[in-house]
């Protein structure tokens, strides 16, 4: 298995709700990222866990709260966000400090619509 | 500041030609650097990468050339193909994660 998964595909909440984005992998990476991209930008990282504990918070809001319950599984936690939140937000997977030569394994992605 | 740099927002390339990719950085400090290529509605693929010691990569079709003097790196892709036509980044390792650019839209026509 060479992929990473992400649900869901789209996400549309209010500004008063909690809602989680899950990612998936079962390559054996044991570094695993979210990235936030919104149009015609770059994707900017978010949160890096490796061995499943946080390694790097990019400054990110007490909104998102990231949580990683397993070397396979990765959450994204919503609370009370804003409309400028709406985003593509991207997981990607790699060994710990390998990413720089195979590169990292993306997911899909969840489009996320704050309303 | 945006360490990583796409400077064209978009390249339109006939059938059969080459198409040439351009990413400038800034940090000097970046040990390898790398192509994905994105379609709408999917996340980044990892195309080809170089480290910072070479100056040439080759897979295929695609050719990265990284100039360290200059801070800048390209992408040929020689033949080009309509398959081909997708939003290309350039992304930097900072040694724990990669810095993107914003990436350049590749149309490649018939």
């Known amino acids: 298995d060479t992929e990473v998964t992400q649900t869901p595909k789209h996400l549309v909440m209010g500004m008063t709700n909690k809602k989680s984005l899950k990612c998936e992998q079962h390559?054996?990476?044991?570094?695993m990222y979210w990235y936030k991209q919104k149009a015609k930008k770059p994707p900017e990282l978010m949160f890096v866990?490796?061995?499943?504990?946080?390694?790097i918070n990019e400054s990110v809001p007490s909104r998102f709260s990231p949580e990683c319950p397993n070397s396979s599984l990765l959450n994204l936690h919503l609370h009370a966000l804003q409309p400028e939140d709406s985003a593509l937000y991207l997981c990607?997977?790699?060994?710990?400090?390998?990413?720089?030569?195979?590169?990292?394994?993306f997911g899909s992605g969840t489009r996320l619509t704050v309303v | 500041d945006q360490q990583v740099k796409q400077n064209s927002p978009s390249l339109s390339v006939q059938e059969g030609r080459i198409s040439i990719l351009n990413c400038d950085y800034t940090?000097?400090?970046?040990?390898?650097f790398l192509w994905y290529k994105k379609y709408p509605a999917e996340g980044p693929t990892f195309l080809i990468s170089?480290?910072?010691?070479?100056d040439k990569n080759e897979d295929g079709r695609f050719t990265v050339f990284l100039n360290k003097s200059a801070k800048h790196l390209s992408l040929h892709i020689v033949p080009s193909q309509p398959g081909d036509s997708a939003v290309y980044f350039c992304?930097?390792?900072?040694?724990?994660?990669?810095?993107f650019g914003k990436g350049t839209s590749l149309l490649v026509t018939p």
């Open positions: 992304a930097a390792n900072s040694g724990y994660a990669l810095n």
């Open positions: 990607a997977s790699s060994q710990p400090y390998r990413g720089y030569d195979y590169g990292y394994t």
């Open positions: 866990y490796s061995y499943e504990k946080l390694s």
């Open positions: 940090n000097s400090m970046f040990d390898y």
């Open positions: 170089i480290s910072s010691i070479k």
């Open positions: 390559m054996g990476h044991r570094a």
